[in-house]
């Protein structure tokens, strides 16, 4: 057994990816969604078409919720760096400490200064300025997004650095920050965000045709959504094998824990290009126990060749492999996500080739608009998954090839660390089930009570619209107004 | 000696960070503790209206002045990893019942407003939920002020033992904590958790004065409220500096040796100053009150880091030990000084936005 699957080591790695796999659940839309409210705002106003600012004010409320409860979780993530793995943070403190540094700070003080102004700001500043606000949601959430896989990635392949008096040091800041998995790894991650967004937006539209409310307003959303999407989710495909082939080349044991791939050779000496559909990978960790096998997939996977030679786990000691479970079917399961998703991108699209994509003709097909629903949860599910595969295939590692998980965890007893699990799973599913239960509100009260963009400079009305865009807060005043009135 | 090598750059400029290490703590303190302290004030409101007034009165800048504690977490990390990885790690329980304070407050902002039947259950969800924070955050610096052990070698060694797993090949010359996970628990570091919850609750109730109408039922039992905790916090500080006087011989020295003139004058000003808050909110200049209020917590602050200097954390970490190599320090000054005078006037204009006057009844029917 590798040191890493030990208790203390295996209970510290359970705290620190329960609340990592917490928080995933809500950036993700914070950074798809901000671009998408800025294409509707741009859209309203370059047509003037009412409907684009009703969507886009509904859908803003639901974008609120999500990045509260994104920023709840999110302080806890940035103490644990230092809480849960101290020898960790502090080795990788000269490149991986900055970064995060630079993630705070610049993430924190810009976005949350133009998210105050994209939600409150209706009607208080000019059409223009709130527009600039919300751009500046999209390229401050994407920033950040940016920053934190520099950092991630730099932990699968840690280019630029040198180790000197047990700290990595920078040696060139280009080779570090633009490391080999950052280059794909970085598009993977942030066109999932806009795909998860592009899917609660025809989520959204699937349940509300399906339920006959505000029907014409979401076909409209409809059509441009699955338009996107028949770009976006192939694009996301051919990005998942490029950094495949990254992977393949830089973490071959991460690979080979993908594929179950156990041995390079075949025992008649010849190269194992054998593709696992699934596979039971034995206790000792160095063959299947059972396993489904076509031939020649797995080189033309990662080499692109018939016979290309697949570098398999035996080629490792033992105590440098992963463990083949988690990664083998959290990668399949997000793989069939992937491609999941591209069907109901053209499923959709050929309904539209044949003029099928108004009210009327899609509410004679529910089982398409319950696809539509189901699909936007399946998102978050291949998020979660390739987090898990890119994660868990990386060990024993922290620091790839560097610095091993256990030499990097933090200083502490396993009743601690069973006390941490247990109350962050309280915690973090009272936040995730508040937040499921505001959205179902949301979304119950739908459109119909988001009043004209008309309104928007007419005070009196305006007041109304804002106290109930910040989930209800108080209207933040610019504020003295509303108050004085009050006062007379 | 070179003014230009590297080993002097670098040590400046980590000493520069040392200082927006401060500036980012006390901001948090000074704008963060007024909405902690108002929460601890709705521990004791009798009914749930008045917890929503309290509540409502902040909604609007809450999460700004509490994002000056990820930037103070970022700044740690980005200049002091070292201090960063080993303190958060001795102080982990109090840090996570902060954490948990903090988010159940979040989530309370969130629901109070929309629940009907567990209206209750949130409020005091907020109120707790901000007890825990001050409180937590005054032992986490009690604890830190007395410095934690700490060796070379692997952190795990002792829990990996404990369970059957031996490991003696890693070498690394980085200082880690070392210690129990209950060493920051003490008679001093208990007491200043109660110390930050008194000066909490009297920049609450400062807060209150000035956020609400006079003759409104929060503004006149913040008044009462203020005037008692004010007696309370006044006992706090001179405890505090007798019981850091007795206990830590880094404090004692430098406050008694040829300088003790300059630490003189400035408990002077302090008490100036606490003198003006108190004399303002007497003559109900309420808005005035708070600031010098807020003036003294700078005050103090200010003489704390003095005192701590050269060190992040007194006998454990001195700023030269802990800051990040020449090239990691200039790299971050470069490119995140710049953000801090953003930063504060962002956070000024927030405030500034949702300044004015609420009254109970008011406040809970925008609520």
Known sequence: ?488 | MDILSIGRIAGTLSTWWWLLLSLAFFLYIATDGTDLGAGIFALFSKDEEERGAIMASMAGMWDGNESWLVVAGGVLFGAFPLVYGSAFNYLMIPLMFALWGIIARAVAFEFHIHAKKSKRFWGWAFAVGSLFPTFFAGVALGATLQGFPMKSGLAMQSALAAHGVNVHDYMTPVMHFSGGILDFLTPFSIWTGVGAVIAASLAGGLYLCARFIPGDPIHERARSWTNVVSLLALAAIVITLIWSYAIFPWASAKWTGSDWWVWLIWFVIVLIFAFKSSTNHSARRDFSAMMWGIGVVALLWAAMWATIFPYVVPNTWTIVQAANPADSIAVFTLFMTGFFPIMIMYNWYQIWVFRGRFSKKMAYGAH
Not at chain 1, 139 to 162: C, E, H, K, Y
């Open chain 1, 1 to 488: 057994m590798v040191i890493e699957n030990s208790l203390p080591i295996l209970l510290s790695r359970l705290d620190f990816a329960w609340i990592t796999s917490m928080h995933i659940l809500w950036t993700p839309m914070t950074i798809g969604m901000s671009w998408l409210l800025f294409i509707m705002e741009v859209a309203w106003l370059r047509t003037g078409d009412e409907r684009w600012y009703k969507i886009n004010r509904f859908v803003e409320k639901i974008f609120i919720i999500n990045f509260g409860a994104g920023v709840a979780t999110g302080v806890t993530m940035e103490m644990a760096f230092g809480i849960l793995y101290g020898p960790f943070s502090q080795a990788v403190g000269p490149f991986f400490g900055n970064i995060l540094g630079f993630e705070t700070i610049t993430a924190f003080m810009y976005e949350a200064g133009f998210i105050g102004l994209m939600v409150f700001g209706w009607g208080k500043i000019s059409k223009g300025m709130h527009l600039f606000a919300t751009f500046n949601v999209g390229l401050s959430s994407s920033l950040s997004a940016m920053w934190i896989l520099v950092a991630n990635s730099w932990m699968q392949t840690p280019d630029g650095i040198f180790l000197k008096n047990g700290l990595f040091q920078v040696k060139n800041w280009w080779q570090a920050i633009f490391n080999d998995n950052f280059q794909w790894g970085f598009p993977h991650m942030w066109v999932a965000c806009v795909e998860l967004a592009l899917f609660a937006l025809v989520g959204l539209s699937g349940f509300f045709i399906l339920k006959n409310r505000n029907a014409d307003l979401f076909t409209k959303l409809l059509k441009p959504t699955l338009l996107a999407l028949i770009i976006v989710t192939p694009v996301q495909i051919f990005i998942g094998d490029s950094i495949g082939r990254v992977v393949a080349q830089t973490q071959p044991t991460s690979l080979a824990a993908m594929e179950g791939h156990y041995h390079t050779y075949l025992p008649d000496g010849k190269v194992n290009t054998g593709w696992h559909l699934i596979a039971i990978p034995n206790a000792k960790n160095d063959g299947n126990v059972f396993a489904i096998t076509i031939p020649h997939v797995l080189s033309l996977l990662e080499t692109h060749t018939l016979n290309g030679k697949v570098t398999g786990m035996d080629s490792f000691p033992a105590k440098d492999r992963p463990d083949v479970w988690v990664p083998f079917y959290s990668f399949r399961v997000m793989v069939a996500i992937g491609f999941f998703l591209f069907f109901i991108a053209i499923w959709g699209n050929w309904l539209r080739l044949r003029g099928k994509l108004n009210a009327t003709e899609l509410r004679k097909r529910p089982w398409f608009l319950r696809a539509l629903v189901f699909s936007a949860f399946l998102p978050y599910l291949a998020i979660w998954c390739g987090w898990w595969t890119r994660e868990i295939g990386r060990q024993p590692w922290v620091v790839n090839g560097l610095m091993r998980t256990y030499q990097g965890a933090s200083h502490m007893p396993v009743a601690m660390e069973i006390i941490w699990f247990v109350g962050y799973i309280i915690f973090e599913l009272a936040v995730w089930s508040g937040s499921w239960y505001f959205f179902t509100r949301v979304i119950k009260k739908g459109v119909d009570d988001i009043p004209d963009s008309s309104t928007l400079f007419d005070h009196d009305h305006a007041d109304d619209a804002d106290v109930k865009a910040g989930g209800g807060h108080v209207t933040p005043t610019f504020a003295s107004k509303p108050m004085l009135r009050s006062d007379r």
